[in-house]
């Protein structure tokens, strides 16, 4: 168990290395029976990565942060979309969303396939099941002045080859 548990540590410390995971999965986690009924375990459940994604409305128009984000492909994520402004912000992300599997969302319009509309002072949650295939993914946000789409600055995913764990 400590030499499982020291691997999965290892993974998660060399994907931390990255640009920037707001906040990396703790990784797999053991299920535990309930009170009274033995110290039986299930398998293992990988918690997924949190990338949190800043929006706000400046002068120039809507802003995403972070710049970039590295983070393994194949796997589950959780994109926290965090509008903390007084106007709704819409999260381009058209590669990165239709590379991926995505099981839901929480506090966000789909806005088809292209993106989703966040509500002013809303954190939205986006729930991928599974990252797309290595490579870049560039992210936007935008806002709509006097009845017109304004795209601003966003930035990149950049989905890597995700880390092998040695087996012993």
Do not use: W
Not at 124 to 133: K, L
């Amino acid at each position: 168990m400590h030499r499982t548990a020291i691997l999965a540590l290892s993974a998660c410390a060399a994907l931390s290395m990255a640009p920037m995971v707001v906040a990396q999965g703790a990784g797999p986690r053991e299920s535990q029976a309930p009170a009274g009924q033995g110290s039986q375990s299930g398998p293992a459940v990988a918690e997924p990565a949190v990338v949190e994604v800043l929006m706000e409305v400046a002068a120039e128009g809507a802003r995403c942060r972070p710049p970039e984000a590295r983070l393994p492909a194949g796997t589950p994520v959780e994109l926290r979309l965090v509008n903390s402004g007084a106007t709704p912000i819409r999260f381009i992300g058209t590669a990165f969303l239709e590379g991926s599997q995505v099981e839901g969302s929480s506090g966000a319009v789909a806005d088809g396939e292209a993106g989703y509309l966040v509500g002013p002072g809303v954190t939205a949650r986006i729930a991928v099941t599974r990252t797309p295939a290595q490579g870049r993914y560039p992210f936007t946000c935008a806002t709509e002045q006097a009845g017109k789409a304004v795209e601003g600055t966003g930035g990149t995913f950049e989905i890597v080859e995700r880390p092998q764990i040695p087996v012993r």
